[in-house]
């Protein structure tokens, strides 16, 4: 079955700074790569996705990419705000979500 | 408001003693399915149904049982719990369109003492 990894498990960045977790997967056949935010006492909430036919997608201070070829995709968070400090957990799947396989998650901090 | 509903949000149970865990939608949706999450662990699927009468099992639904007799409920039922199912669950719907939005509940904490 598929199996995603996602490092760092912890991340702790100024401020204004940038901030990546890498994610990788195992099985090729899965072409859905969506990325969850978790807040403190609270599910997770989608904050952006991609899928296998698009290499890279932007969505205001938040930007993901996929490379197919080496099945790995990245969360990149850019001008970064304490308020994004939470738990981000990436995902994949063949497509629905009805079935998502995890990573086990990245506690990011952002230090004011 | 759209929204995925689960009850209790925290439960402190003796092993042995039977429990279920419901969750509720009123979006419509088709699928639903339940996670566990466990520090270090992330989020794992334990059952999941596309429909009414349809269920199937994720990854780790070793003690769990579910239903889908109704298409917004899916009620997660532990039969007899034991410590190592303390646990944050969630319940999370989508509709079946592919590349969709999976919506989670609040989670619940269990503690099986």
């Known amino acids: 079955g598929e199996n995603v990894e996602q490092h760092p498990s912890t991340l702790s960045v100024q401020e204004g700074d940038s901030a990546v977790i890498k994610c990788t997967y195992s099985?090729?056949?899965?072409?859905?790569f969506p990325w969850y935010k978790q807040e403190l006492g609270k599910g997770p909430q989608l904050i952006i996705d991609i899928r296998s036919n698009v290499g890279e997608k932007k969505d205001q201070r938040i930007a993901v990419t996929l490379n197919k070829t080496a099945k790995h995709f990245s969360l990149h968070i850019t001008e970064t705000q304490p308020e994004d400090s939470a738990v981000y957990f990436c995902a994949a799947s063949k497509g629905g979500s009805e079935k998502l396989v995890f990573g086990k998650g990245t506690k990011l901090t952002v230090n004011p | 408001e759209a929204q995925v509903t689960q009850n209790p949000r925290y439960l402190i149970t003796v092993t042995g003693k039977k429990l279920t865990v419901t969750c509720s939608q009123n979006m419509n949706h088709e699928y639903m399915s339940w996670y566990r999450q466990d520090p270090g662990l992330g989020l794992r699927q334990i059952y999941y149904?596309?429909?009414?009468?349809?269920?199937d099992k994720g990854d780790v639904p070793e003690g769990y049982k579910v239903s889908r007799k109704e298409k917004r409920n899916f009620p997660l039922i532990l039969e007899s719990p034991s410590p190592n199912q303390t646990s944050l669950y969630f319940c999370?719907?989508?509709?079946?369109?592919?590349?969709?939005?999976?919506?989670f509940g609040q989670g619940t904490r269990l503690t099986v003492v």
């Open positions: 099985d090729s056949a899965s072409n859905y």
């Open positions: 149904s596309m429909n009414v009468e349809v269920t």
């Open positions: 999370a719907s989508s509709s079946p369109s592919r590349y969709t939005e999976a919506f």
